[in-house]
């Protein structure tokens, strides 16, 4: 994940110079309507598919074009569309959805396809394998023969994370690397994103499938990201640090902020809050931790209260093409909380309808379908483009409807 620009923006750009001067809303939301709501997904969605070519002469199924989309993006694409077509009931994507999914499972079953190597991370994985246990939540057909389940590969993801998983005796005390093959750059990187999405897959397979296997490794991957100090409690909302190298033995944190590392483990927490009783760590407690923590990526100014940003790059006018897409992520999760621990739900929904609102105001008439800017919190397009920036809008206004 990070990104060479040297994309040709197809001809999305042209009429989108023209738009400006039209003054009406290329997306028109009632937060208060479902069927406004669904109609504004709908026309969000119809924007980030025309990004795909995966399905055209040139194309490679199951990815949008790289560069500048890396393999995990479109992964994680795939699963918030498994999540529109549950929440909206629109399946006009079905069948793309579940071609791509099923593309990418690879000869070994286990998302690691071989032409992907140079960009396959421990998280890279982790984003295709949320969309097939999203697959298997929603009872999605099963993949065609000769492959496993749903549950079946994110099984093999999982089991692949235990045994790349280092011990007490190894650096920083264990945990997974960022990279899985020597030959990536950050292969002695570890970080949260990597981390919390081994926990979030495993809170996920233990609650559909009761197999404690899957709860034993949820809870040791939490107990090292917090004795390690990944993630920390500032007393005012939980915080979640990128990652530290492995040649300090972790003792030097990259301590950016980013929106998708506090996700990932709260949607996990909330799994387990679901399922648990708090019979241990008083999971409903680490979820309240984390949810405080999103503190750090709403409210920018003092005209934005409750408008998501990605803190530690928007302002800065300097974020990729993967950080485009976190608040995507942001969105998917605080909605599962907000029903997997129903007292969450008025915090999330109360910042999911003020981001909803800001955010389609990016959103301008492009020639295939509508664009979407990036920062939400200025009320106007951004001039700024991609599938990071539509899909983030996507899955702030379909997430309206998780309730
Ligand atoms: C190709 O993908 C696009 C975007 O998702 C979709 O609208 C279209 O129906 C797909 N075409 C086929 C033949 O599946
Ligand atoms: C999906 O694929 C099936 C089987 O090929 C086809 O019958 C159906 O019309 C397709 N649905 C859509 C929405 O494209
Ligand atoms: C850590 O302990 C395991 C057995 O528990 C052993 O297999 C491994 O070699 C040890 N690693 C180091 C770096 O000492
Ligand atoms: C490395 O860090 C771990 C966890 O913080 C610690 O338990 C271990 O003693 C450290 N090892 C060295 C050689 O400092
Ligand atoms: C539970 O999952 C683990 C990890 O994949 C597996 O080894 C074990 O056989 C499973 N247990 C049962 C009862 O299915
Ligand atoms: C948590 O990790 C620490 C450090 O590795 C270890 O000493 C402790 O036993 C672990 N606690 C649990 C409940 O696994
Ligand atoms: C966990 O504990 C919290 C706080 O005590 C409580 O509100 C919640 O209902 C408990 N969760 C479950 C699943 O019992
Ligand atoms: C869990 O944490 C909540 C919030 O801090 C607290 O109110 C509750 O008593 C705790 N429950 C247990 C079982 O420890
Ligand atoms: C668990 O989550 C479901 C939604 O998936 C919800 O209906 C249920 O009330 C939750 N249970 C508890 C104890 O919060
Ligand atoms: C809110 O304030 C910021 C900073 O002054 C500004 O850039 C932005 O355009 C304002 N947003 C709106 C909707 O006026």
Redesign the pocket.
């Known amino acids: 994940m990070a990104s060479p620009l040297t994309f040709s923006w197809k001809s999305k750009l042209l009429s989108v110079l023209l738009c400006c001067l039209a003054v009406h809303a290329a997306i028109e939301l009632n937060v208060d309507d479902d069927a406004s709501i669904r109609n504004a997904a709908a026309t969000a969605a119809y924007g980030l598919q025309s990004w795909y070519n995966g399905n055209q002469t040139g194309g490679v199924l199951g990815k949008f074009p790289y560069p500048p989309f890396y393999w995990w993006l479109s992964g994680a694409v795939w699963g918030g569309m498994v999540e529109y077509q549950q929440y909206t009931g629109d399946e006009s994507y079905f069948n793309v959805t579940y071609e791509a999914l099923v593309s990418q499972i690879s000869p070994t079953y286990n998302y690691l396809p071989i032409a992907e190597k140079f960009d396959e991370g421990n998280d890279d994985v982790a984003f295709w394998a949320f969309g097939a246990m999203s697959a298997a939540e929603y009872g999605w057909p099963e993949p065609p023969e000769p492959y496993p389940t749903w549950v079946g590969v994110c099984d093999n993801v999982f089991n692949d994370f235990v045994a790349r998983w280092y011990f007490a005796n190894d650096t920083c005390g264990g945990g997974l690397k960022w990279q899985i093959f020597e030959s990536s750059a950050g292969y002695t990187y570890k970080n949260s994103i990597s981390n919390g999405g081994f926990f979030q897959l495993a809170a996920r397979l233990y609650r559909h499938t009761g197999n404690e296997t899957y709860y034993e490794w949820a809870k040791e991957v939490w107990n090292w990201s917090t004795t390690l100090g990944f993630i920390a409690d500032t007393g005012n909302g939980y915080v979640v640090y990128d990652g530290a190298a492995e040649p300090l033995n972790c003792t030097e944190f990259d301590h950016t902020l980013w929106s998708y590392n506090l996700g990932v483990y709260l949607h996990g927490t909330a799994v387990l809050?679901?399922?648990t009783?708090n019979e241990s760590n008083n999971w409903t407690a680490q979820t309240i931790g984390l949810l405080d923590g999103v503190r750090y990526f709403i409210s920018p100014f003092s005209n934005a209260t409750n408008i998501m940003y990605e803190q530690a790059c928007a302002t800065r006018w300097n974020c990729n093409v993967d950080q485009f897409s976190f608040k995507a992520y942001l969105s998917r999760w605080m909605a599962?909380t907000s029903?997997?621990?129903?007292?969450t739900a008025e915090k999330v929904r109360q910042i999911l309808r003020t981001s909803a609102e800001a955010a389609v105001k990016t959103c301008v008439d492009g020639d295939d379908g509508v664009v979407c800017g990036a920062r939400w919190y200025l009320g106007a397009w951004d001039g700024t483009l991609g599938v990071g920036q539509s899909l983030s809008v996507l899955e702030v206004i379909y997430n309206l409807l998780v309730r």
Do not use: D, K
């Not at 029903?339 to 007292?343: E, K, R």
């Open positions: 809050a679901n399922v009783n599962q029903i997997l621990v129903p007292s």
